[in-house]
Structures are given as C-alpha cells and as structure tokens.
C-alpha cells in the first residue's frame, strides 16, 4: 500500500532512523516526533495514514497518547501500532485495550515491521458497501457508525471491526483462532485472550441496547452472532 504517510514516535533515534529507512524501501511516506506532545500536533496538522507508537515516551507515554487519539472522534480512525519493550501478555491486553490496532515487542525485524504495517492498513481501508441492519443494531461501513434502534453505539475501532465481521458472517459458530485469522489478520500475532477480551467489551458495548445476548459464547467453539437463542 504505498504512498501512505506513516508517523514514526519514538524518543530513540537510532529506533526512528532504522525504521524509516524500512518505511522508504517500502515506498511509504514518513513523518517523525519523539514525544506525545510533538506526536499529537503532527497528527492534528498531517493526519497520516497510521502511527507506528513506542510505549515508553518522556512525558506523556504512547499508551496514554494512543487512549486520548482513541477518544477523539478527529483522530479516533487512525491505526496505530504499539512499539514496545513490554513483552509480558497483561502489557499486550493493555495496549489493545487502550485501542491500539497492533502490537509489536522490541526488538523487531524490518519485514515483520512492514508486514503488519500493510495488513493493518488493508484492514483500516476495509471494503465499504451498504449498511448492514440486524433486528434493530445497524452498522453502516461508510460512516463507520453503529446505532441501535437509531441511537449512536460507541465502541473501539477492534470491537467495530469484530461486530462488523460477525453481522456479516450471522449464524455460524468461530473458533478465536479463526476470529483471530479474520479479524487482526492471519500475518499479526496476538494472544487467544486477546478475542475474549474484545468479545466482552463489544458486549458491554451492546448491552445497554439489550442487542448483547447477539454475540453468544459456543461452548468448546468459540463464539457467533445469531439472533436464534
């Protein structure tokens, strides 16, 4: 996916050098800041493509910078990859908890790098088409809005991408790696837990509109989406 613009957040240089030499070679744009604070005005003034986030920052950390990027409605659609040292599994959950779309644990191989760089853009420019409407929850793709009997639903761009997956795919049951392989994409490597986690935020998601008893748990499966009991 060339010509996308990458922002580069990093307070090492050598980090920052390293991986827009990769980014170059891959033919993309690359943009650079090595604070929160620095990293937040080129978001607001360049608007790229995805953001490619260390963890530990002075200042404001990524995780902080990526939650606030998250609750902005501006720059909430903007993917960002986590960059960090913490390799502990609670440390990973964090981080897509905080809405970061991937999460990559130093040290790491350029063409990893790029790997999921590009699946996460395939992911983020997705296939728009028409709205897509279950009893009273409709999703519409375009617009990238959720509304329950014509209320708003907000929920983070991961249990977007998995509400979506299941609405198109009602009435079979998923096994996590297949919701893994489906909706982070079979290149990106995250945890099993990592679908019950999202699986139970999408559902506090819902269940103010009682729409949470669509995403049912299959016991020695996975999960589906139906609206059979």
């Known amino acids: 996916m060339p010509e996308a613009k990458i922002l580069i957040v990093d307070d090492e240089e050598a980090i920052r050098e390293m991986i827009s030499v990769a980014l170059e070679l891959a033919g993309f744009q690359w943009i650079e800041a090595d604070n929160a604070t620095s990293a937040h005005a080129r978001i607001v003034d360049e608007r ?19 939650r606030r990027l998250k ?85 983070g761009p991961t249990e977007y991408r998995l509400l979506e997956f299941f609405m198109t795919h009602q009435d079979r049951a998923y096994s996590r790696a297949q919701l893994l392989d489906q909706v982070w994409g079979g290149n990106v490597y995250v945890e099993d837990r990592t679908v019950d986690v999202h699986i139970r935020r999408l559902r506090k998601a819902l269940a103010p509109y009682q729409f949470d008893h669509l995403v049912q748990t299959v016991r020695g499966t996975g999960y589906r989406f139906s609206t059979k009991i």
Do not use: C
């Open 48 to 66: 790229p493509d995805l953001i490619l986030l260390d963890w530990m920052l002075p200042g404001t950390s990524g995780i902080e910078l990526a």
């Open 71 to 155: 609750r902005d409605e501006a720059t909430s659609e903007i993917p960002v990859i986590m960059l960090t040292a913490k390799s502990e599994e609670d440390n990973k959950i964090q981080g897509l908890d905080a809405g970061a779309d991937d999460y990559i644990t130093k040290p790491f191989s350029t063409r990893e790098l790029i790997s999921r760089v590009n699946a996460v853009l395939r992911r983020a420019k997705g296939n728009p088409g028409k709205s897509i409407i279950v009893e009273g929850l409709a999703l519409d793709p375009v617009s990238h809005r959720i509304t329950a009997n014509e209320r708003p639903v907000e929920m």
